[in-house]
């Protein structure tokens, strides 16, 4: 069983950065695909960006060149710096860990509030 916590959130204007983090327990982090998920009160949760096991990520048209996952396999902590904020991107951030590194996510965290105001 994988847990995972994210920490970082908080309050930023518009324009702003924020690193969120996501730090998870046990020995296999490295073989896992990470990823990050957003979701608004009655909205679908919505993909941000995903860190293959290989190092390759690929992001969500709408954060591309502003959001920027990293990972610390040492540390089992995958990271979300996030760039240029706007309000849209005011969201709960989950990461999720998946296992298969085939996008199917098994773990999930219980997320971290990102607010961007005017």
């Known amino acids: 069983q994988v847990q995972l916590v994210e920490s970082g959130g908080g309050l930023v204007q518009a324009g702003g950065s924020l690193r969120l983090s996501c730090a998870a327990s046990?020995?296999?982090?490295?073989?896992?695909?990470m990823g990050w998920f957003r979701q608004v009160p009655g909205k679908e949760r919505e993909f941000v960006g995903i860190?293959?096991?290989?190092?390759?990520?690929n992001y969500a048209d709408s954060v591309k060149g502003r959001f920027t996952i990293s990972r610390d396999n040492a540390k089992n902590t995958m990271y979300l710096q996030m760039n240029s904020l706007k309000p849209e991107d005011t969201a709960l951030y989950y990461c999720?860990?998946?296992?298969?590194?085939?996008?199917?996510?098994?773990?999930w965290g219980q997320g971290t509030q990102v607010t961007v105001s005017l």
């Open positions: 046990g020995r296999t982090f490295s073989s896992y695909a």
């Open positions: 860190s293959w096991s290989g190092g390759t990520t």
């Open positions: 999720a860990g998946d296992r298969t590194n085939r996008g199917t996510f098994n773990y």
